[in-house]
């Protein structure tokens, strides 16, 4: 995406993830944790991964309640796996989570991290 490209915390985005073997990449979904202030100072974001795996419930995670709003092909889980990323590993945005599912993955982060 090009830099001008603005995003915003809560932006359900694409990113190109590169494999631990750094012999490949794939395209997994991810939604904006970083602040506004975050994102306009550092050529850097973070976000934390998602996952259709709702089964699996963990310290820091999140149902999306949601979904199909947030731009998801399924019900889908925010996990407290955070990662930083630069700007060009974004492919698009997908959509953005609504407030209330905002507020929980938000929760849901300084419970993990103990904030």
Same mark, same amino acid.
């Given at each position: 995406? /090009?830099?001008?490209?603005?995003?915003?915390?809560?932006?359900? @985005?694409?990113?190109?993830?590169?494999?631990?073997?750094?012999?490949?990449?794939?395209?997994? /979904?991810? @939604?904006?944790?970083?602040?506004?202030?975050? +994102?306009?100072?550092?050529?850097?974001? $973070?976000? #934390? #991964?998602?996952?259709?795996?709702?089964?699996?419930?963990?310290?820091?995670?999140?149902?999306?309640?949601?979904?199909?709003?947030?731009? &998801?092909?399924? /019900?889908?889980?925010?996990?407290? +796996? +955070?990662?930083?990323?630069?700007?060009?590993?974004?492919?698009?945005?997908?959509?953005?989570?609504?407030? /209330?599912? &905002?507020? #929980? $993955?938000? *929760? #849901? &982060?300084?419970?993990?991290? *103990?904030?």
């Amino acid at each position: 995406m /090009p830099r001008t490209t603005a995003f915003s915390r809560g932006d359900v @985005v694409l990113v190109e993830f590169v494999f631990s073997d750094e012999l490949g990449t794939k395209l997994r /979904p991810a @939604v904006i944790v970083s602040s506004s202030a975050y +994102i306009k100072s550092r050529q850097e974001i $973070v976000i #934390a #991964a998602l996952t259709s795996n709702v089964a699996r419930h963990l310290l820091g995670d999140h149902i999306v309640a949601d979904w199909r709003g947030a731009g &998801l092909l399924f /019900p889908s889980v925010v996990t407290g +796996i +955070i990662r930083t990323v630069k700007r060009s590993m974004i492919r698009r945005k997908l959509g953005s989570l609504a407030q /209330p599912d &905002l507020d #929980a $993955v938000s *929760g #849901a &982060l300084r419970r993990s991290l *103990g904030l």
